[in-house]
């Protein structure tokens, strides 16, 4: 059984400020280990309950931000940036029998500590065939078109709340409870370490991959906090402008679909002006 860990740091233990999760600040370096030990709880529960591999995929930011040298031995991790599928990097090889999420959280304009998908600011909204969509949404289609079931989500409790949606079978870990989107009761790494190791535990049972389903045609719409960006997102074939500030593209399946994403968020944080946006 091989585990494959998406790794982001927002929704990990004691995070609440964009400090903690900038790289190279003084808070983020004081954050790692407790996102750590959020990821090496998942790893070291995953081998519990039976899995014989378990690699982690680094999901935020630069994607270089776990401390691989606190890490069990038997875990191997991506680390770096510049992946097909950017989170879910490693699904498409055909041997990933369950996907954890871990550290994840609330997409762009709902409650949640540090609501976002994936650019802070600049994307306000993102719907997928109507219906809004976080990070976790989009890459659970991603996955389940190569059959492959999120076992585990942890993050704050509106994360966990809005998994129910995308994986209703899932464990979930609420290792802080949303405050505000830059405040949190958090919990001790101690305590959000024992409760993700014995729910990766139980977890691994539900990691049984099917075969990989047919790509499905999904809409992905996305709002701009500010007009010049739907200039910017358009530039990407097969991008329209739907609105004053939204765009929309329709993909044959969701490993096209979150490609074009990445493609869009690239483009458009590429045209924000520091003080104007
Ligand atoms: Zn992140």
């Known amino acids: 059984m091989k585990i494959l860990i998406s790794a982001d740091m927002e929704g990990a233990t004691g995070v609440t400020w964009p400090a903690d999760v900038l790289p190279g600040t003084p808070q983020w370096e004081r954050c790692r280990p407790m996102f750590t030990s959020d990821v090496n709880a998942a790893v070291i529960g995953f081998f519990e309950g039976g ?33 097909t599928l950017s989170m879910v990097e490693g699904v498409q090889h055909g ?70 949606g995308y994986a209703p079978d899932a464990y979930g870990v609420a290792v802080k409870d949303y405050v505000s989107r830059y405040a949190a009761v958090c919990r001790t790494p101690g305590r959000t370490a024992a409760d993700i190791r014995s729910a990766a535990g139980r977890a691994a049972a539900l990691a049984v991959r099917a075969s990989p389903s047919p790509p499905q045609e999904h809409t992905v719409e996305l709002e701009f906090d500010a007009e010049h960006l739907v200039g910017a997102a358009t530039v990407v074939p097969g991008v329209e ?29 590429a045209a924000v002006e ?4």
């Open 51 to 83: 899995a014989d591999e378990v690699l982690i995929n680094e999901a935020h930011w630069t994607m270089r931000n776990l401390l691989l040298e606190q890490l069990d031995d038997r875990a191997q991790m991506i680390t770096g940036r510049h992946k």
């Open 95 to 164: 041997d990933v029998d369950g996907i954890a999420f871990v550290g994840y959280h609330t997409g762009a304009g709902t409650e949640g500590v540090l609501a976002h998908t994936y650019l802070a600011n600049s994307v306000t909204g993102v719907w997928v065939d109507g219906s809004r969509a976080s990070e976790g949404l989009l890459n659970a289609l991603v996955v389940e078109e190569y059959g492959v079931p999120v076992v585990l989500v942890t993050g704050d409790d509106r994360t966990i709340e809005d998994a129910k």
């Open 241 to 269: 402008r739907t609105g004053e500030r939204r765009v929309a593209y329709t993909s044959p399946g969701m490993y096209e679909g979150i490609r074009t994403f990445k493609a869009v968020t690239t483009v458009v944080s």
């Open 274 to 277: 520091e003080q104007y946006g």
